[in-house]
Structures are given as C-alpha cells and as structure tokens.
C-alpha cells in the first residue's frame, strides 16, 4: 500500500511559510527519518480560489492511488473541505476551519497585502464571488474530516466550525488563538488520523487574549 501525500494548505494571507506548515515538516522529518510516513507538500497558493483549488486539484490528480491528507488552516480548511467532498481519496484535518468566509473577508475588500510573501493585490467582490462558488451545503462521510479548534479563535466563531461538523470526531480546546496554539501538541494526532484511527490529547485550557 503506497504511503499517503500530506498536503498543508494554508489560509487566507499566509504562505508555505507559515508557522503550522513548518512544524509539521519538521516533526515528519524529526520523527520519521528513514520510515517510510508519507510525503509532504505545502503550495504557495493563488489569492484567487478558483486558481487555488485547481493548484491542489492536480496534486490530487496526480496521486490518484494514494491517500491524500489535506491539513487546511482558516481558509485553506473551506478549500480542504471542497476538495475532500470531490475527490473519494481525500481525507482532511481543519484546523481553525472557516465555514463562511465570503461574509468574513467582505469585511477586507480593496488593497492587501501578503504577511508573507509581501504580493499586493486587490480583493474583489469576484473573489467573493468564486468562494462562494465553492460552497459545501453538507459532508457525506463525516468521518473523513478531522476537526481541531480553539475557542478563543479572534478571527473566526469557532462555533461555526463545530455546528458544521458535529458529526465528525473533533478536538476543541478552550482559549487559543486563530493560529492555533501548540498545534506541535496535536500532529501526533493527525498522523494517527491518517492511519486510520483516533488518538486525541486531552483539550487542556490555553491561555485566551480575548476581552
């Protein structure tokens, strides 16, 4: 059986470069040199939806033999479950999902800036547009999704999240923050997900920063 394909996906704004992404690396690398775990991929995605989904749709398609196990952060978690509901060989970890996010970036029209990488650009209502273009009413299979979330999360209503996938296993941990505290804490987790099987750590309370 070939190994699976871990795919990071990232949300809104960020880049391969991100905290979480690199942390698993890491972690791959540290824990699994020499075995045999998988392979990993992080894309530099497109600020256009349209464009990103196709960027991870051909990863997808050209592994079609393998598990393939999208780790979407904020909105890389709306793309992961778009994705995982169109291709039967994917299984996806959301980590701080968005569920909505054509309301959330609304709030972000005209110029930004990638924290990242510095790319400026426009957000348009068109992008608003092609998000929601890509919306999932509901899973089929909820146990292919795996949901990590904090509830002090100043970006998103955590809620949202958890209302959405209250059929599938889920780790929701008191305080946080949107970029997911010790998310180091939780990739043992997700390795097991991958395999097939459940081994969460208890959601002890995290320091939160909301008033």
């Known amino acids: 059986m070939l190994s699976p394909l871990f795919i990071y996906v990232h949300g809104f704004n960020s880049s391969p470069d991100s905290i979480k992404a690199r942390l698993f690396g890491d972690f791959l690398k540290a824990s699994y040199k020499g075995a045999d775990i998988g392979d990993y991929a992080v894309p530099a995605l497109s600020h256009w939806p349209l464009k990103a989904v ?6 997808i398609t050209e592994n079609p033999q393998r ?3 999208l780790i979407g952060s904020s909105l890389g978690g709306f793309y992961s479950l778009w994705l995982t509901e169109r291709f039967k060989n994917c299984t996806a970890v959301l980590v701080n999902p968005a569920i909505y996010p054509y309301h959330l970036l609304a709030e972000w029209l005209g110029d930004n800036e990638n924290l990242y990488t510095h790319e400026r650009y426009t957000l348009t209502r068109e992008h608003l547009a092609q998000l929601e273009a890509l919306t999932v009413d509901k899973v089929v299979d909820p146990q292919r999704y795996l949901l990590l979330t904090q509830t002090a999360d100043e970006t998103l209503d955590y809620r949202e999240a958890v209302d959405f996938f209250d059929k599938s ?3 929701i941990q008191p305080g946080g923050s949107h970029g997911f505290d010790q998310f180091e804490k939780l990739i043992p987790a997700i390795i097991s997900f991958s395999q097939g099987q459940l081994s969460l750590p208890e959601a002890t309370p995290l320091p939160s920063f909301i008033e």
Do not use: T
């Not at 196709?54 to 990863?59: A, D, I, N, S």
């Open 54 to 59: 196709k960027q991870l749709e051909v990863l």
């Open 169 to 171: 296993p889920a780790f």
């Open 67 to 69: 598990q393939v196990v």
